[in-house]
């Protein structure tokens, strides 16, 4: 068990719809990842968050948006879903900003949209 | 552009050789390089960080190589098992601006034979 617990474990929805993936990190990282991951993809990182504030992006859609709340959770929002989005989403947390930390992973959330 | 590149073949080898995986990097010059074991449908599991300044690290049976200068690392596991068998993802450490993004390859299967 990592310590980061990802919700829901499952989601099925339809094109169109708008849902969010909630992140709760190891008990005192401040740093959240999120990453996509497709069907025999790699991961592709979306965004990342630095007690509360956003530090690094990637290759994340305008429809995908995501904040890390004072608790220090996270959140991942995902709208006007389409059929591509279908994809195990995976958080991680690390102690600090800096790289020189392991990050930790969920066990992910995986998303199916049809 | 930046690349990271693993061999998207699988690794198919007999139990108790040494199993080595490559990672290549291009357009990147990262301080740091993580890797990370992935099993189906779950999240990456941490192995071995390496700094730039370090040309070698070891951990029980792993063993990870780094050179900046071919843009390389080399993933070692001696006398594999068959609970070795998984997918082994490389992932350097980029700055970008006054952050670091953790960035992964699409990782390579290693198959171990009992």
């Known amino acids: 068990d990592s310590g980061v617990t990802q919700t829901p474990k499952h989601l099925i929805t339809a094109t169109g719809q708008r849902v969010t993936l909630r992140c709760s990190p190891r008990?005192?990282?401040?740093?959240v990842y999120w990453y996509q991951q497709s069907l025999d993809q790699g991961l592709q990182f979306l965004i990342q968050y630095y007690n509360g504030e956003e530090r690094a992006k990637g290759n994340i859609l305008e429809r995908f948006s995501a904040q890390q709340f004072p608790d220090l959770h996270s959140e991942l929002n995902l709208s006007s879903l389409e059929l591509g989005d279908s994809a195990l989403y995976f958080c991680?947390?690390?102690?600090?900003?800096?790289?020189?930390?392991?990050?930790?992973f969920g066990q992910g959330t995986r998303l199916t949209v049809v | 552009s930046q690349k990271i590149e693993q061999n998207s073949e699988a690794l198919n080898i007999q139990e108790g050789k040494t199993a080595t995986l490559t990672c290549n990097y291009t357009n990147y010059s990262p301080a740091y390089l993580q890797w990370y074991r992935q099993d189906p449908g779950r999240g990456p599991v941490f192995l071995l960080l390496i700094r730039e300044n370090e040309k070698e690290k070891r951990k029980e049976r792993l063993k990870v190589t780094f050179d900046t200068t071919l843009k390389q690392s080399l993933f070692h596991i001696t006398a594999s098992q068959p609970a070795d068998s998984a997918t082994y993802l490389c992932?350097?450490?980029?700055?970008?601006?006054?952050?670091?993004?953790?960035?992964f390859g699409s990782g390579t299967r290693l198959l171990v034979r009992p």
């Open positions: 008990s005192g990282d401040l740093s």
């Open positions: 991680a947390s690390s102690a600090q900003g800096q790289p020189n930390t392991e990050a930790f």
């Open positions: 992932a350097p450490l980029v700055r970008v601006d006054s952050s670091y993004k953790l960035i």
